[in-house]
DNA sequence: GAGAGTGTTGTAAC
DNA sequence: GGTTACAACACTCT
């Protein structure tokens, strides 16, 4: 999310929203009233939390733009006519494939005042947009807990938060108000980068062990981040390329194959209600 | 063709 | 309160 967010910010700052076509209500939490509060508004800033994307705009400092992508959520922008187009980014469209846009699932399209278009899809229309006021938005702040990235991020006390649960680690770092911005690739990644048992209670995990999950975090997010990310680009290709961290994965989507790190084979089995891959002899 | 699995999380139930 | 199971949905893979 903070290379979508990157390269959101890259595109739609400062530029006036001139249309809003809303092709699916549910993902604007059947607000009726969307296009028209966003319709003649300019982006000011995309911020995130977690996973949740945060727009605001310049002139309305009381009105933000909450985006969540959930499972299947993409953007996609498109350049206007009038504008150049600046060739491989990721969130440039890729036209010639067949599909005419917007398509299939594609919920809602921006229009912006240089003929520029930013695509919103989902298929499986679990993500949303939702405006709300700076007060809702506080509350949705407070419901996220750390951040890794952040620099304030302190592994010390992450430790010792981690090890007062009463879970498994695996349930414990996808929750997102105790951690927030893992997800269930990166989860697996740090467990197996720092040997634990995925299923492993947290009130067992060693404060040692804690405080590397913690660094491990930070270090694995930041390196996605610096190869472009791995969701985002993996659902813009769907025939077969992978985006760039993909290939960079020791454990996720790889059951079956060698471990990097002791050669076993990497096995997966459902941990906290989610597919978890692990290393059988390098994480106790 | 049926059934399981999919990157997330809000909600109901324990 | 914390934690778990499941639903929301549309598609792909066994």
Redesign the pocket.
């Known amino acids: 999310m903070e290379t979508v967010r990157r390269q959101l910010a890259h595109r739609v700052l400062g530029k006036e929203v001139v249309a809003v076509d809303v092709l699916h209500l549910k993902t604007v939490r059947h607000s009726r009233r969307f296009a028209a509060r966003v319709r003649g508004r300019r982006f000011a800033a995309v911020d995130r939390v977690?996973?949740?994307l945060i727009f605001s705009f310049t002139e309305t400092p009381e009105l933000f733009l909450l985006v969540?992508l959930?499972?299947t959520g993409q953007f996609f922008y498109r350049a206007g006519e009038d504008v150049s187009f600046s060739g491989g980014h990721s969130l440039d469209a890729t036209f010639g494939d067949g599909d005419e846009w917007p398509h299939?699932?594609t919920r809602v399209v921006f229009t912006f005042a240089d003929g520029a278009k930013l695509y919103f899809n989902d298929?499986?229309?679990?993500g949303y947009m939702r405006l709300v006021d700076r007060r809702t938005l506080g509350h949705v702040r407070a419901?996220f807990g750390v951040e890794p990235l952040a620099e304030s991020f302190d592994p010390a006390d992450f430790a010792t938060q981690l090890r007062a649960?009463?879970?498994?680690v695996k349930?414990a770092l996808?929750d997102?108000s105790f951690v927030a911005g893992l997800?269930?690739?990166y989860v697996d990644e740090v467990l197996w980068r720092t040997k634990v048992r995925p299923w492993k209670r947290t009130h067992r995990v060693t404060r040692a062990q804690a405080q590397a999950i913690a660094v491990a975090a930070r270090a694995i997010l930041q390196e996605a981040i610096a190869q472009g990310g791995t969701?985002f680009q993996?659902?813009r290709e769907t025939n077969g390329k992978h985006g760039n961290f993909r290939d960079s994965l020791a454990v996720f989507g790889r059951t079956g194959e060698a471990c990097p790190r002791c050669g076993t084979a990497i096995r997966k089995r459902v941990v906290?209600?989610?597919?978890t891959h692990y290393c059988p002899h390098c994480q106790r």
Do not use: D
Request: aromatic letters at 10%.
């Open positions: 977690g996973k949740l969540h959930k499972m299939k699932h298929m499986r229309l679990f419901g649960r009463r879970t498994s349930a996808l997102q997800g269930n690739i969701t993996y659902f906290a209600g989610r597919g």
